[in-house]
Nanobody, 116 residues
Framework: QVQLVESGGGSVQAGGSLRLSCAAS????????MGWYRQVPGKQRDLVAD???????NYADSVKGRFTISGENAKNTVYLQMNNLKPEDTALYYC??????????WSQGTQVLVSS
């Protein structure tokens, strides 16, 4: 069974940095798309950034220039480097991996708290 294990969340002051990572285990299949989403209470889960197996990236306008997504296809691992964090980046961050015919998988979520 595929499981996504993430790490790297935490608390930081505005202007600081955090790096999230998410690794898939339980399958030798490769991920077609790996991405990060975030959600605050009472709101929908929104895309932060994603990356295809070919390396094409896509970012939400609110994080362009501050966040960088990268991936290691061979390890089904995706990273999110978050710089110049703002209080509005505070949210529960989820990793999502699309693994072809195996389907789409989500992580449990990791909290990012940015204080002003």
């Amino acid at each position: 069974q595929v499981q996504l294990v993430e790490s790297g969340g935490g608390s930081v002051q505005a202007g600081g940095s955090l790096r999230l990572s998410c690794a898939a285990s339980g399958s030798r299949a490769s991920s077609n798309i790996m991405g990060w989403y975030r959600q605050v209470p009472g709101k929908q889960r929104d895309l932060v950034a994603d990356i295809t197996s070919g390396g094409r990236t896509n970012y939400a306008d609110s994080v362009k220039g501050r966040f960088t997504i990268s991936g290691e296809n061979a390890k089904n691992t995706v990273y999110l480097q978050m710089n110049n964090l703002k209080p509005e980046d505070t949210a529960l961050y989820y990793c999502r991996q699309v693994m072809g015919i195996l389907g789409t998988y989500w992580s449990q979520g990791t909290q990012v708290l940015v204080s002003s």
